[in-house]
């Protein structure tokens, strides 16, 4: 196996194999990915690659995608999913984990982190539509049950209480400067950093994504202030 190729494993998780993908030796500290919606763990192999010497690297295939077994897509809701990481990193006993979290997957990374920090360091989340709640995408939904979906959503996000970096592409439709100024303004410890010119489909623009991770985590090693990364 080449050195830049990853391990592909499976662990057993209650009524789930869930399959990952693992770069750098066992004992170096963690750093695990979750891919957005329709994508799987391979969206990170670049990305992972540049962390690999710092960093024991373990990318998901979240349920109902890749080589993960059980369900498709929306058949369970995200709670199946958020429960999923967090018997992962329990199985494997992961400390101290640098959290990244793309899209859907970063929406799963927050709900997660709001709710049991204790074995994370640090929380990334790329591109992600806070605003984007299952509900605003049900047509026969009411306005009042929008709004309720949509200011639950930012409770759960205020909840956050670790060292954060909020990544928005400058030509995102999901996420604009405005709104990844409010979420890095709701939360202590937050921090922006605009990936320009790039769309949603950020990691065609993987090494300024990576600069942008590596900046973060050096800040936050030392004391810093929240606020706009270089």
Known sequence: MSVSEPQSKFVRLGDLDLHYLEWGEPGKPPMVFLHGWGDTAWLFKRLALLFK????????????HGETSQDEPG??????SIEDLGNFLHQ?????????????????????????PERLKAL??????????????DPTASPEKVQASVERAWERFRKLKLPTLVIQAEQSHLLQLEMAQQMVAAIPGGHLAVIKEADHKIFRR?????????NF??????????????
């Not at 010497?53 to 109902?64: N, W």
């Not at 992600?128 to 605003?136: L, M």
Request: proline fraction near 5%; hydrophobic fraction near 40%; aromatic fraction near 8%.
């Open 206 to 214: 993987y090494t300024e994504v990576a600069e942008a991770l590596h």
């Open 75 to 80: 058949q369970r809701p995200q709670s199946a």
């Open 217 to 230: 985590l050096e800040l936050i090693s030392q004391p810093a202030s929240p606020g706009l990364l270089p």
């Open 53 to 64: 010497e710092t960093y024991q690297v373990f990318a998901l295939d979240l349920r109902g």
């Open 92 to 116: 494997l006993d992961l400390r101290e984990v640098v959290l990244v979290g793309y899209s859907y997957g970063g929406t799963i990374a927050h709900r997660y982190v709001a709710d049991h």
């Open 124 to 137: 990334a989340i790329i591109d992600i539509g806070i605003n984007n709640t299952a509900v605003t995408f």
